[in-house]
């Protein structure tokens, strides 16, 4: 009888040879067997597929080779949920405190982002983005904006009126002043994302779909991961980039109770395509320094579509993206949490607002208007939806910045990773990787 040994990932599997008869042998092939199965340690363990967890196993094999991981992703696909449902936008770092991990690693990730592309040849769109003030106080706060722009060294801005604004976007003739960033783009954020994943196994990484992990315990000599479908995994270090899930996942791990996810889901609607020539690149209003939304905005696709939106409403699941999507234990959470409320009571015009608007499409006609006044009802239908990991203080201030928890020896747990993840994927990972350097002791 003839065996084929074959060394993977530090262990050898012995596979009949009818099994690689007419195969290309990879690691998505051990995975469509079974065989991955067969190797159930590892150096490290990453816990979520989403961009920052696919960005995160990239960065450590390509700085670490010899080192094993594993990525394990709940849903059976990658970058399901906040990944695969954002508005696909390239963002520069024009809105962020100067200063913050979040104006730093956008501005370096974006750059990143169309050199990764260029190698990859991923299509991308470099279609611009108008901040556009339509009144007297917006204008005020977009000289802010401007000067916060400035001081994060966001390449090519520019403030421009009225006759320039017409030349950018021809129907945008309710703006009176605005910021011009010619180098904001649009991609496909899930098609990175997997492409990160590709890079990942490329290097000798693991993948492991449909393995959501259930408990994460430290037993002295390693850490046990125990998953849904019964395997049990075992790591000498765990990183976790769980999203929507990941206040759960860390404080199961023994981390800490707070920040807590708060899931918001911001719908979407879709210009007619008979209308969409009447957007050329990124629309977006000057934000309300109350809410750490970015309002309605136009935003194109790469398909050739225009998203108008989102709004913001309350999710009755983390991983609901319509009003019928409803998870008791998600609602029961959050509406039990004092910080949501401490958030809500005061905000609360403007929630019922938002529900509105949600149920009612004509009530979203007038926030359109001010930008692009010929635009009504009958140019809109309904488009996708996604669902915001929005963290939260115990007392319910929004947690803003990237937040990371390191009291689990042996763990690190991104807890915060909100909007512009996607774009600060690639300095994000290589950030959290030197973090694990320093926590893990390498």
Known sequence: RI???????????????????????????LLQRGLSKLQQSFDVVIVGGGIVGLGTARSLKLKHPDVSVAVLEKESSLATHQTGHNSGVIHMGIYYTPGSLKAKLCVEGALRTYDYCDERAIPYKKCGKLIVATNEEEVERLGVLYDKGLQNEVPGLALVGREEILEIEPYCTGGIKAIHSPNTGIVDWRRVACSYGTDFEGKGGVILPDHEVKSIRDVGKEIRV????????????????????????????????????????????????????????????????????????????MDGSIWVGPNAVLAASREGYSWTEINRNDLFETLTFRGFWNLALPNLSYGVKEVAKSLLTPLQIADLQKFIPEIGVSDLVRGSAGVRAQAMSEDGALVDDFTFDETCYGMLHVRNAPSPAATSSLAIADMVVERAERHFKW
């Open 3 to 29: 065996q084929i040994l074959f060394e993977y990932d530090n262990i050898t599997t012995m596979l009949a040879p009818s099994l690689l008869r007419g195969k290309s042998f990879s690691p998505s092939f």
């Open 226 to 301: 125990e998953c849904g479908n019964g395997t049990r995994i075992t790591a000498r270090n765990v990183i976790t980039c769980a999203g929507l899930q990941s206040d759960r996942v860390a404080e199961g791990a023994g981390g800490k109770k707070f920040p807590t996810i708060v899931p918001f889901r911001g719908e979407y609607l879709e210009l007619v395509p008979e209308k969409r020539h009447w957007v050329r690149g990124n629309i977006y209003p000057v934000p309300n320094p109350k809410f750490p939304f970015l309002g309605v905005h136009f935003t194109p696709r």
